[in-house]
């Protein structure tokens, strides 16, 4: 799906799982949180914190709760999609319209309600070293300039360019993000600012 500019847009461009997003929309917006679109998708804040998400795929929709690993889980429906990348947020995919339990929604978001309140919250681990893949090494020493600037960034930034870089599977889209975030490092400009607030 292309990145949506409202929620209607959102459930609208839905191919299949319309009906399912709709409900979901409708469950979310009855539990006071504020509606908003974050990242191109349905986004639902707390006080300012991200809460919860909804989203559409080929083989399921679902819900994904920023700070999921906070949740006791109760009804064991909570995966953690990128296992040993993403610390606190948490998957709940769902198959079929019989997948939708409100009840259980409702629940899991007055439990995220109250970690906001009480500012609990699970944080990224800055702490481990940036593992910058070898091409994009080569390249910052090619381009003048380039190593100083992504040495200036921070470690967060640093390891979102690395990671982006290191996670193409072919060696022609690795040079293809290699050219696009050079640019980029030199200016100082990250790969998700404008998705920033």
Same mark, same amino acid.
């Given at each position: 799906?292309?990145?949506? @500019?409202?929620?209607? =847009? ?5 191919? &299949?799982?319309?009906? =399912? ?23 639902? $804040?707390?006080?300012? @914190?991200?809460?919860?998400? !909804? ?29 040993? @990348? $993403?610390?606190?947020? %948490? ?8 997948? !939708?339990?409100?009840?259980? !929604? *409702?629940?899991?978001? *007055?439990?995220? !309600? ?7 919250? &699970? ?20 381009? @003048?300039?380039? $190593? ?10 640093? %390891? ?8 193409? *599977? ?23 600012? *404008?998705?920033?607030?």
């Amino acid at each position: 799906m292309k990145r949506a @500019k409202s929620v209607d =847009e959102y459930v609208q461009d839905a191919e &299949i799982w319309r009906q =399912e997003l709709m409900r979901l929309r409708t469950i979310l917006n009855s539990t006071g949180l504020v509606e908003e679109v974050k990242w191109g998708a349905p986004c639902y $804040t707390y006080n300012g @914190k991200n809460v919860v998400g !909804i989203g559409a795929f080929k083989s399921y929709f679902g819900l994904w709760f920023h700070q999921g690993a906070l949740l006791a889980d109760d009804a064991n429906v909570l995966i953690n999609a990128q296992e040993g @990348k $993403t610390r606190a947020q %948490r998957q709940w995919r769902m198959a079929s319209a019989n997948d !939708i339990k409100p009840a259980v !929604i *409702k629940r899991y978001v *007055k439990e995220a !309600i109250g970690y906001v309140d009480a500012g609990r919250a &699970i944080r990224a681990d800055h702490s481990k070293p940036v593992d910058v893949p070898e091409e994009l090494k080569k390249a910052m020493r090619r381009s @003048k300039g380039t $190593t100083a600037a992504f040495r200036k960034l921070r470690k967060a930034r640093q %390891r979102e360019f690395a990671d982006y870089v290191a996670e193409a *599977k072919r060696d022609d889209t690795k040079q293809r993000r290699i050219n696009k975030v050079l640019p980029m490092i030199v200016a100082g400009v990250g790969l998700n600012d *404008k998705y920033r607030r």
